[in-house]
């Protein structure tokens, strides 16, 4: 796109310089040739005035004389000629003699062009002596009309100009794609948090500074689609979930008496949990994608209150070292407090310690250190595998290498990323030193 806009700006500027210059030239050309003309019409007048235009034929001797005498040094560089009626020479000057060529008689100013010279022609008949033909010219080099011989001044100016016009050009393009950079840059965005669920962000107000404040600017007309479709979008998305969520809600409670009803008549313990595990997995779930849709939806405005991150770890730690057998072990560095739900921090620390424990070596440790900065989950595992990476935050995102893919719903990691985003955190995944860890960061 900008390529096109360079290459049509470039070539409108190319015509336009061309056209501009051929006029430049034509307008100089005019304006010489009108001094010229007004230096001839001068010497004429004079001429005429004198005793010159009374010379008899056999007075022609004395012409050089008079010309010479009421010219001075305006006769440098003109020629002289006198015809009679039979336009028989009856005088003509030395800078005549070498013209080698006939000079017409009409019509009353003609331009003659030679391979190296031009001749500017007035013809002008005596009136004193009938039938009598003053022809007064100025001999011209070729390029002080003829703009086409080219020398090294004017290949100097075409470089010049194409110069100023590649640099404009380029300049133009970049202006006129600047907005629309802004616009790809933020839809880049839009489609991102479209791909988790999120509510996607207006077009920004600095956007519209691009604008023309006018009715028919298109570029503007074009945000405020833009802005009327994502608002029609975060409205069908906030639909879909409620719906979602009232589904999720109203399954529930039928799974839950399913549960206590199988629970009171299976006797046999086998057959029990055989039966049991797909229904507990599935009110997990549910109960998950509850947490999730209610994560994300908009913050009240009840103050929030502070959670000690250190407590929280403590006892998400006691709670969990029945399942994991000795290998989740704690650093507090430093405590933190934050201002958070404190069923939303135990949903993000409970989490990420279940995903380390699940997709991690059974052997090895898992590692939840706490600072004043930021909460970090150490494993080693191979960590979040990439396609889960590049939709984190979509619930039931699940990566099709996961050892334990049965048993996870994928909504684990779309929990944690909620939570963070509600309250403002930053949250990454990166491999160190054949380790991998889930790494929050309170402060950005």
């Known amino acids: ?22 006029l430049n030239m034509s307008y100089v050309r005019s304006v010489r040739l009108n001094m010229i003309d007004e230096q001839l019409r001068e010497s004429a007048t004079d001429l005429i005035n004198s005793d010159f235009a009374d010379l008899r034929r056999n007075e022609m001797s004395d012409a050089e004389g008079i010309i010479s005498d009421e010219l001075g040094p305006r006769r440098i560089g003109k020629i002289f000629v006198l015809r009679n009626a039979q336009e028989e020479i009856i005088f003509q000057s030395q800078g005549a003699l070498t013209l080698e060529r006939e000079l017409p008689r009409e019509p009353q100013w003609l331009t003659i062009k030679d391979e190296d010279r031009f001749i500017r022609v007035l013809n002008l008949k005596l009136s004193k002596i009938p039938n009598r033909t003053l022809q007064l010219g100025m001999v011209l080099d070729t390029s002080l009309l003829n703009w086409d011989q080219a020398s090294w001044r004017t290949f100097a100016y ?3 100009v194409l110069t100023v016009i590649v640099t404009a ?16 840059g ?12 999120h509510a996607l962000p207006a077009i920004p107000e600095q956007a519209f500074k691009f604008a023309v404040r006018r009715k028919g600017d298109e570029f503007g007309q074009l945000l405020k689609v833009l802005n009327h479709l994502i608002l029609r979008i975060n409205e069908v998305s906030a639909m879909t979930k409620l719906w979602s969520a009232r589904l999720a809600h109203e399954l529930k409670t039928p799974m839950t008496i399913l549960r206590l009803e199988a629970d009171e008549v299976l006797k046999d313990p086998l057959e029990k949990k055989i039966f049991l595990e797909p229904i507990d997995r599935m009110s997990k779930m549910i109960f998950d994608f509850l947490n999730w849709a209610e994560t994300g939806s908009e913050p ?6 502070l959670v000690s991150g250190a407590r929280m770890c403590e006892s998400i730690l006691e709670q969990l070292q029945k399942v994991s057998q000795g290998r989740l072990h704690l650093e507090v560095r430093e405590d933190r407090e934050v201002q958070a739900l404190p069923e939303h921090v135990d949903i993000l620390i409970r989490n990420l310690a279940e995903n380390a424990l699940k997709y991690s070596p059974s052997e090895r440790s898992v590692l939840i250190s706490l600072s004043k900065e ?3 989950v150490r494993d080693e595992g191979e960590g979040i595998p990439a396609k889960v990476k590049a939709h984190l935050g979509t619930p039931f995102n699940r990566g099709s290498d996961r050892g334990s893919e049965s048993s996870s719903s994928g909504l684990g990691l779309a929990l944690v990323e909620a939570v963070c985003r509600r309250y403002h955190w930053g949250f990454e995944s990166e491999a160190v030193d054949g380790f991998h860890r889930c790494r929050i960061r309170f402060d950005i």
């Open 1 to 22: 796109m900008r390529l096109r806009i360079f290459s049509i700006s470039l070539i409108v500027g190319v015509i336009s310089a061309i056209l501009v210059t051929a």
């Open 158 to 160: 075409a470089v010049a």
């Open 186 to 197: 933020h839809l880049e965005n839009v489609s991102k948090e479209l791909s988790r669920f």
């Open 374 to 376: 930021e909460l970090i």
């Open 169 to 184: 050009a380029f300049f133009l393009s970049s202006l006129v794609m600047r907005p629309f950079r802004h616009l790809r």
């Open 300 to 305: 009240s405005s009840t103050p929030l209150p």
